[in-house]
């Protein structure tokens, strides 16, 4: 059993496609377990594709996920749960690039690449367990979330006991 981050990004959302991308994925077969649409400010999408920071299209990347092109600042968030999650989710989303995935997938009948090159794939899919981990403690708090996947531990932050990552 995994968990696995998927993020329907804000040209999905722009262009009504939210419901299409979730009967999709629900061939799946996976549990959702944790749900919230976000708004994506700066410092969580540098987080997010810390990996490419070192890339020629980094901004252009943190200003498609925060929303700057399409003007929907939000995209919703998910966790799935359940047996080869990552792997089931990958192959319902297709490649990457747009023009490459199969037109059966998410971003091979939605996709598309921008005339300033920018990969507008509508969804994103943790690659990895690692991964998964760190995106998931990245987008949501250990309460958001109805499974206990990682470790936690209890702080006290106004009087109230809240459970934070470990």
Known sequence: MEAALVLIKPDALKKSLTGDILSRISSAGLEIIGAKVVRVSEDLAKMHYAHLKDKPFFQDVIDYI???QHG???VIALVYWGE??????RALAGATNPEEADPT????AYGRITTSGVYENV???SDSPETAEREIKLWFSPEEIIEDLY???T???GGRAVAIWA
Request: with cysteine; net charge positive; hydrophobic share 30%.
């Open 105 to 108: 997938t998410v971003r091979g």
């Open 84 to 89: 080869k999650a990552i792997s089931k989710l």
């Open 72 to 74: 929907r600042n939000k």
């Open 123 to 125: 969804i994103h899919v």
């Open 155 to 157: 702080m006290v932050e």
């Open 66 to 68: 925060c929303g700057k």
């Open 151 to 153: 470790p936690t531990k």
